[in-house]
């Protein structure tokens, strides 16, 4: 199983980025994004059925940041909107097979993609 992500970088205030994460070697029921801020914790950003009828937002992003899933290559997206400094992180790609809490039991992890958001 391997979660390869990509498409952080720097961003000025209110700017846009789209973070992707190409998911392979075996099938997945749920996939999500979190974030890691330096000197704090891991949050959970978004998450979602693999084929996409439910989905789960933080509220500190909700209304700006959308999930989604290309079916053809399994890539799964993160695009983010009206960017601020506080979305500073370095954000990870998650996924999983069971059903569990949006926020809790992700198995399988990619490797994290700096995005910095400058005021």
């Known amino acids: 199983v391997q979660l390869q992500a990509s498409g952080g970088g720097l961003v000025q205030e209110g700017g846009s980025l789209r973070l992707s994460c190409v998911a392979s070697?075996?099938?997945?029921?749920?996939y999500a994004w979190f974030r890691q801020a330096p000197g704090m914790e891991r949050e959970f950003v978004a998450a979602s059925t693999w084929r996409g009828e439910k989905k789960e937002y933080a509220d500190s992003v909700k209304g700006r940041f959308r999930i989604s899933r290309d079916n053809r290559d399994n890539t799964i997206y993160l695009w983010m909107n009206s960017l601020k400094p506080e979305d500073t992180a370095v954000y990870y790609c998650?996924?999983?097979?069971?059903?569990?809490?949006?926020?809790?039991?992700?198995?399988?992890w990619g490797q994290g993609t700096q995005v910095t958001v400058s005021s």
């Open positions: 998650a996924a999983r097979t069971e059903q569990a809490p949006w926020r809790d039991a992700w198995r399988y």
């Open positions: 070697g075996r099938t997945f029921g749920y």
